[in-house]
């Protein structure tokens, strides 16, 4: 079998280092299947579709200028760099994957395998398909009644604490016996008031 060497796939600008073996593009529909009782036939309900898969196979051996190793650290340097600690989008260049409408993936998983008496490694990669997704989010009204029940709540305080300082500077609950000033002022405007002289009453029922 000869495999010829593709420079026209690139993954995020990088050219990919070997021969390609097979090129695979793979798209699904969502269908969810429904268990209906009494019935054997199960009906399908279409759901979406899912994300495109593209799996490439590379044979990667020795050149004149790089070892089969140094090549496959490329591919390494492109599945994730020096430091990354999450997978990134890139960008892909692909006569087969442009058929899909897929410019864009991410970059599944990177295998190397090494056979015994062969001077070449045989790479599969397994990429995604990257499609952009705007989340918008929406303003919460529980954040604004929570801020109006605060505010009145400081009001019905401030309401309280004036009441119980007036509850405090009146004669209310004043010991029997002692009458304050305010006290007897208020009284003395009340028509409930006893304003008799105990002394001329007596009197008056002695004589009677």
């Known amino acids: 079998m000869i495999f010829v060497e593709d420079n026209t796939i690139k993954l995020n600008g990088v050219v990919l280092p070997g021969l390609v073996k097979s090129i695979e593009v793979k798209e699904s529909a969502q269908i969810d299947e429904q268990e209906v009782e009494g019935s054997s036939a199960?009906?399908?309900?279409?759901?979406?579709?899912?994300?495109?898969?593209?799996?490439?196979?590379?044979?990667?051996?020795?050149?004149?200028?790089?070892?089969?190793?140094?090549r496959l650290e490329t591919l390494q340097a492109v599945f994730r760099k020096e430091g990354q600690g999450v997978p990134q989008p890139i960008p892909i260049v692909?006569?087969?994957?442009?058929?899909?409408?897929?410019?864009?993936?991410?970059?599944?998983?990177?295998?190397?395998?090494?056979?015994?008496?062969k001077s070449y490694?045989?790479?599969t990669l397994e990429l995604w398909e990257?499609?952009?997704?705007?989340?918008?989010?929406?303003?919460?009204?529980?954040?604004?009644?929570?801020?109006?029940?605060?505010?009145?709540?400081?009001?019905?305080?401030?309401?309280?604490?004036?009441?119980?300082?007036?509850?405090?500077?009146?004669?209310?609950?004043?010991?029997?016996?002692?009458?304050?000033?305010?006290?007897?002022?208020k009284r003395g405007k009340s028509p409930a008031v006893d304003d008799a002289d105990t002394a001329k009453v007596l009197s008056k029922l002695k004589r009677k």
């Open 42 to 70: 199960k009906p399908k309900q279409a759901t979406g579709y899912e994300d495109a898969k593209i799996n490439i196979e590379l044979v990667v051996d020795d050149t004149d200028t790089q070892t089969k190793y140094q």
């Open 94 to 117: 692909c006569e087969d994957a442009a058929a899909h409408g897929i410019d864009k993936v991410l970059f599944k998983s990177l295998n190397h395998k090494a056979e015994q008496k």
């Open 121 to 123: 490694f045989s790479v």
């Open 130 to 185: 990257y499609i952009p997704q705007t989340i918008q989010a929406v303003k919460s009204s529980g954040t604004s009644s929570g801020k109006k029940s605060g505010s009145s709540g400081s009001g019905s305080a401030g309401t309280l604490d004036s009441s119980y300082s007036s509850y405090l500077s009146s004669d209310r609950g004043a010991a029997p016996g002692k009458i304050t000033p305010a006290l007897q002022k």
